[in-house]
Nanobody
Framework: QVQLMESGGGSVQTGGSLRLSCAAS??????????MGWFRQAPGKEREGVAV??????TYYADSVKGRVTISRDNKNTLYLQMNSLKPEDTAMYYC???????????????????WGQGTQVTVSS
């Protein structure tokens, strides 16, 4: 059973930084073989893709976070989201998600992502 556990959320002021982590367990293969991404949902809004990392090494970012956010993964099955220059509009619950292995589709729309974490709250105050 694949499980994703997010951590690293918190409350910061505008301009601050946070690094979110997503520890993946129960994977049959290294996370290198999965599409993995970060998504967020603010109260009253639809879920949106923040950044995704494809198994071929490509990364995709939402326009709203480009230049401020970096997605990465390590060899211990952990996915990261480094967020800098945070803005109040970044306030949301952030979720980590993963595809099944060897899935080619990997987009910010999140289609085909099979596993989701419980989320970690990010709050940015002005």
């Amino acid at each position: 059973q694949v499980q994703l556990m997010e951590s690293g959320g918190g409350s910061v002021q505008t301009g601050g930084s946070l690094r979110l982590s997503c520890a993946a367990s129960g994977l049959i293969y290294s996370i290198d073989y999965y599409c993995m991404g970060w998504f967020r949902q603010a109260p009253g809004k639809e879920r949106e893709g923040v950044a995704v990392s494809a198994s071929d090494g490509r990364t995709y970012y939402a326009d709203s976070v480009k230049g401020r956010v970096t997605i990465s993964r390590d060899n211990k099955n952990t996915l990261y989201l480094q967020m800098n220059s945070l803005k109040p509009e970044d306030t949301a619950m952030y979720y980590c998600a993963s595809s099944r292995p060897f899935q080619g589709l990997c987009t910010l729309a999140g289609g085909g992502l099979a596993y989701w974490g419980q989320g970690t709250q990010v709050t940015v105050s002005s």
